[in-house]
């Protein structure tokens, strides 16, 4: 489906270094992911906080491959905005503040999307 954000897969735009690109992704996307989302085990947190504590960890990520995979779960509805701001990688804008979706807010979130899928 078009416009649909891929849960399964690194999106492109079709061109040959997007989709070299994304095969790259794919092959680590689902456990980044997971990584990511254990992160915040430890509460809410910002991109920025959530790089730190996985570099704490011992994790050798990049701040941007962090930021890429807080913004996939957030479309996946796996956590959400707690509709708090913190400090951006840059310190010259805002940040948001993130928490783990409760199961209710990720069934919530699954069923509205499949209500959308069925409304097509």
Known sequence: MLGEYPEESAGHKGRDTGEAAAALINKTLKPM???????FDEGPASPEQIHER???QGHDL????VRCR???LGKLGRIVDTGQR????????KSIIWRKA??????DFLAKKEAARGGE
Do not use: F, N, Y
């Open 33 to 39: 992911r997971e990584l990511v989302l254990a992160a």
């Open 54 to 56: 996985l570099q704490r």
């Open 62 to 65: 990049w701040a941007m491959t």
């Open 70 to 72: 807080v913004s996939d």
């Open 86 to 93: 913190g400090t951006s990688m840059s310190g010259r804008a």
């Open 102 to 107: 409760t199961p209710k807010e990720l069934s």
